[in-house]
Protein backbone atom coordinates (compact mmCIF):
# COMPACT_ATOMS: atom_id res chain seq x y z
CA UNK A 1 0.00 0.00 0.00
CA UNK A 2 1.18 3.68 -1.16
CA UNK A 3 2.29 5.73 2.01
CA UNK A 4 4.25 9.12 2.81
CA UNK A 5 6.27 9.64 5.99
CA UNK A 6 6.63 12.77 7.39
CA UNK A 7 9.52 12.09 10.07
CA UNK A 8 9.07 15.69 11.50
CA UNK A 9 6.25 17.17 12.99
CA UNK A 10 7.43 20.70 13.79
CA UNK A 11 10.37 22.26 12.10
CA UNK A 12 11.88 25.65 13.46
CA UNK A 13 14.44 27.98 11.45
CA UNK A 14 15.26 31.61 11.68
CA UNK A 15 14.59 33.68 9.05
CA UNK A 16 17.05 33.46 6.06
CA UNK A 17 18.65 29.95 6.88
CA UNK A 18 18.33 27.50 5.24
CA UNK A 19 15.28 24.93 5.28
CA UNK A 20 15.01 20.49 4.63
CA UNK A 21 11.79 18.64 4.93
CA UNK A 22 11.96 15.15 4.96
CA UNK A 23 9.64 12.85 3.38
CA UNK A 24 10.14 9.09 2.37
CA UNK A 25 7.74 7.25 0.55
CA UNK A 26 6.32 3.76 -0.42
CA UNK A 27 4.93 3.17 -3.57
CA UNK A 28 4.62 -0.32 -5.56
CA UNK A 29 5.53 1.36 -8.91
CA UNK A 30 6.69 4.40 -10.27
CA UNK A 31 5.53 7.22 -8.08
CA UNK A 32 4.05 10.42 -8.56
CA UNK A 33 5.11 12.58 -5.95
CA UNK A 34 3.89 16.24 -4.49
CA UNK A 35 4.73 18.98 -2.41
CA UNK A 36 1.64 21.14 -0.72
CA UNK A 37 1.50 24.07 1.35
CA UNK A 38 -1.29 25.07 3.49
CA UNK A 39 -1.85 28.21 5.49
CA UNK A 40 -3.91 27.99 8.04
CA UNK A 41 -7.83 27.70 7.23
CA UNK A 42 -6.68 28.25 3.79
CA UNK A 43 -6.65 25.28 0.93
CA UNK A 44 -3.87 23.15 -0.50
CA UNK A 45 -1.42 25.00 -2.76
CA UNK A 46 0.96 22.69 -5.23
CA UNK A 47 4.52 24.14 -4.26
CA UNK A 48 6.06 21.49 -7.01
CA UNK A 49 5.49 17.88 -8.55
CA UNK A 50 7.61 14.89 -9.72
CA UNK A 51 6.60 12.88 -12.49
CA UNK A 52 9.93 11.72 -14.53
CA UNK A 53 13.08 12.81 -15.65
CA UNK A 54 15.08 15.40 -13.88
CA UNK A 55 15.60 14.36 -10.45
CA UNK A 56 15.76 17.69 -9.20
CA UNK A 57 12.82 19.65 -9.48
CA UNK A 58 12.17 23.44 -9.29
CA UNK A 59 8.76 25.00 -7.73
CA UNK A 60 7.17 27.93 -6.91
CA UNK A 61 8.47 30.46 -4.42
CA UNK A 62 12.38 29.18 -4.50
CA UNK A 63 11.54 25.83 -3.44
CA UNK A 64 13.09 22.07 -4.54
CA UNK A 65 13.04 18.78 -4.17
CA UNK A 66 14.88 15.88 -5.38
CA UNK A 67 14.05 12.82 -5.64
CA UNK A 68 16.19 9.84 -4.62
CA UNK A 69 14.94 6.29 -5.71
CA UNK A 70 17.30 4.69 -4.06
CA UNK A 71 16.05 6.43 -0.58
CA UNK A 72 12.71 6.43 -1.23
CA UNK A 73 13.06 10.12 -0.12
CA UNK A 74 11.92 13.27 -2.11
CA UNK A 75 13.20 15.55 0.57
CA UNK A 76 12.24 19.71 -0.06
CA UNK A 77 14.77 22.39 0.43
CA UNK A 78 14.90 26.46 0.55
CA UNK A 79 17.81 27.99 0.76
CA UNK A 80 16.91 31.38 2.51
CA UNK A 81 13.42 31.20 4.23
CA UNK A 82 11.31 34.35 4.40
CA UNK A 83 8.70 34.95 7.29
CA UNK A 84 5.96 34.31 4.96
CA UNK A 85 7.07 30.71 4.56
CA UNK A 86 5.28 29.78 7.73
CA UNK A 87 2.74 27.32 7.15
CA UNK A 88 1.98 23.38 6.79
CA UNK A 89 3.71 21.48 4.53
CA UNK A 90 2.53 18.19 3.08
CA UNK A 91 4.22 15.75 1.14
CA UNK A 92 2.37 13.41 -1.21
CA UNK A 93 2.26 10.54 -3.04
CA UNK A 94 0.11 9.72 -6.11
CA UNK A 95 0.29 6.89 -9.19
CA UNK A 96 -0.69 8.22 -12.75
CA UNK A 97 -4.28 8.43 -14.51
CA UNK A 98 -6.81 7.77 -11.79
CA UNK A 99 -5.21 6.66 -8.55
CA UNK A 100 -5.76 8.92 -5.37
CA UNK A 101 -3.44 10.67 -3.97
CA UNK A 102 -2.12 10.15 -0.61
CA UNK A 103 -0.73 12.68 1.93
CA UNK A 104 1.99 12.59 5.09
CA UNK A 105 1.19 13.73 8.04
CA UNK A 106 2.50 17.03 7.60
CA UNK A 107 5.76 19.54 8.82
CA UNK A 108 4.70 22.54 10.92
CA UNK A 109 7.33 24.99 9.77
CA UNK A 110 7.88 27.87 12.44
CA UNK A 111 9.98 31.13 11.52
CA UNK A 112 11.85 32.77 14.33
CA UNK A 113 12.55 36.33 13.03
CA UNK B 1 -7.27 29.29 -16.17
CA UNK B 2 -10.36 27.63 -14.43
CA UNK B 3 -9.94 25.98 -11.36
CA UNK B 4 -11.50 23.39 -9.21
CA UNK B 5 -15.04 24.87 -7.66
CA UNK B 6 -16.56 23.86 -4.58
CA UNK B 7 -19.64 25.35 -2.69
CA UNK B 8 -20.22 26.49 -0.16
CA UNK B 9 -16.74 27.76 1.03
CA UNK B 10 -18.64 27.30 4.91
CA UNK B 11 -21.54 25.68 6.19
CA UNK B 12 -22.75 25.26 9.45
CA UNK B 13 -25.16 22.28 10.16
CA UNK B 14 -26.82 20.99 13.62
CA UNK B 15 -26.04 17.53 14.88
CA UNK B 16 -28.24 14.78 13.09
CA UNK B 17 -28.86 17.23 10.25
CA UNK B 18 -27.83 17.10 6.54
CA UNK B 19 -25.23 17.95 4.37
CA UNK B 20 -24.69 18.39 0.76
CA UNK B 21 -21.28 19.60 -0.93
CA UNK B 22 -20.49 20.03 -4.49
CA UNK B 23 -17.73 20.05 -6.37
CA UNK B 24 -17.37 21.30 -10.06
CA UNK B 25 -14.29 20.25 -11.94
CA UNK B 26 -11.73 21.34 -14.15
CA UNK B 27 -13.14 21.63 -17.83
CA UNK B 28 -12.46 18.49 -19.32
CA UNK B 29 -11.24 16.51 -16.15
CA UNK B 30 -13.16 13.24 -16.15
CA UNK B 31 -11.75 12.11 -12.42
CA UNK B 32 -13.08 13.77 -8.95
CA UNK B 33 -11.73 13.19 -5.61
CA UNK B 34 -12.96 13.72 -2.06
CA UNK B 35 -10.73 14.44 0.94
CA UNK B 36 -11.48 15.24 4.93
CA UNK B 37 -9.21 17.31 6.49
CA UNK B 38 -9.93 17.36 10.18
CA UNK B 39 -8.36 20.13 12.25
CA UNK B 40 -4.78 19.70 13.09
CA UNK B 41 -4.59 16.32 10.40
CA UNK B 42 -3.40 15.89 7.13
CA UNK B 43 -6.06 15.31 4.08
CA UNK B 44 -7.53 11.78 4.32
CA UNK B 45 -8.80 10.03 0.82
CA UNK B 46 -12.86 9.47 1.51
CA UNK B 47 -13.65 8.48 -2.79
CA UNK B 48 -12.97 8.79 -6.09
CA UNK B 49 -14.96 8.69 -8.88
CA UNK B 50 -13.82 8.64 -12.62
CA UNK B 51 -16.10 8.94 -15.86
CA UNK B 52 -18.87 8.65 -13.25
CA UNK B 53 -18.46 5.64 -11.90
CA UNK B 54 -16.81 4.94 -8.06
CA UNK B 55 -13.11 4.57 -9.08
CA UNK B 56 -11.70 3.71 -4.86
CA UNK B 57 -13.05 4.33 -2.04
CA UNK B 58 -11.16 4.99 0.94
CA UNK B 59 -12.24 6.19 5.03
CA UNK B 60 -15.85 7.33 3.62
CA UNK B 61 -18.25 6.43 6.64
CA UNK B 62 -21.56 4.90 6.09
CA UNK B 63 -23.47 8.03 6.55
CA UNK B 64 -21.93 9.72 3.67
CA UNK B 65 -22.56 9.15 0.06
CA UNK B 66 -21.58 10.56 -3.38
CA UNK B 67 -21.62 10.57 -7.11
CA UNK B 68 -20.72 11.96 -10.15
CA UNK B 69 -22.96 13.46 -12.59
CA UNK B 70 -23.04 13.55 -16.55
CA UNK B 71 -21.86 17.08 -16.48
CA UNK B 72 -18.90 15.45 -14.03
CA UNK B 73 -19.42 17.50 -11.49
CA UNK B 74 -19.79 15.97 -8.35
CA UNK B 75 -21.92 16.16 -4.71
CA UNK B 76 -20.85 14.90 -1.28
CA UNK B 77 -24.09 13.64 0.69
CA UNK B 78 -23.64 13.61 4.43
CA UNK B 79 -26.37 12.73 6.54
CA UNK B 80 -26.96 12.39 10.06
CA UNK B 81 -24.31 14.71 11.04
CA UNK B 82 -21.89 14.06 13.75
CA UNK B 83 -19.61 16.89 15.77
CA UNK B 84 -16.96 14.87 14.90
CA UNK B 85 -17.80 15.35 11.11
CA UNK B 86 -16.70 19.16 11.52
CA UNK B 87 -13.65 19.44 8.93
CA UNK B 88 -12.66 20.96 5.59
CA UNK B 89 -13.38 18.96 2.80
CA UNK B 90 -11.49 19.31 -0.62
CA UNK B 91 -12.74 18.06 -4.35
CA UNK B 92 -9.90 17.47 -6.37
CA UNK B 93 -9.86 16.65 -10.10
CA UNK B 94 -7.88 15.56 -12.85
CA UNK B 95 -8.04 13.80 -16.41
CA UNK B 96 -7.75 9.89 -16.66
CA UNK B 97 -6.95 10.24 -20.26
CA UNK B 98 -3.82 12.35 -19.73
CA UNK B 99 -1.36 11.83 -16.80
CA UNK B 100 -1.56 15.04 -15.11
CA UNK B 101 -1.89 15.97 -11.29
CA UNK B 102 -5.08 16.09 -9.13
CA UNK B 103 -5.96 19.62 -9.26
CA UNK B 104 -7.95 21.01 -5.56
CA UNK B 105 -10.17 23.01 -4.83
CA UNK B 106 -10.43 25.84 -2.34
CA UNK B 107 -12.52 23.52 -0.01
CA UNK B 108 -16.35 23.82 1.91
CA UNK B 109 -14.90 24.38 5.97
CA UNK B 110 -17.97 22.47 7.38
CA UNK B 111 -19.09 23.42 11.43
CA UNK B 112 -21.46 20.84 13.35
CA UNK B 113 -23.04 22.53 16.30
Known amino acids: AQSVTQPDIHITVSEGASLELRCNYS??????LFWYVQSPGQGLQLLLK??????LVQGIKGFEAEFKRSQSSFNLRKPSVHWSDAAEYFC???????????FGKGTRLHILP | AAGVIQSPRHLIKEKRETATLKCYPI?????VYWYQQGPGQDPQFLISFYEKMQSDKGSIPDRFSAQQFSDYHSELNMSSLELGDSALYFC????????????FGQGTRLTVV
Open chain 2, 92 to 103: ASSSGRVNTEAF
Open chain 1, 27 to 32: YGATPY
Open chain 2, 27 to 31: PRHDT
Open chain 1, 92 to 102: AVGGNRDDKII
Open chain 1, 50 to 55: YFSGDT
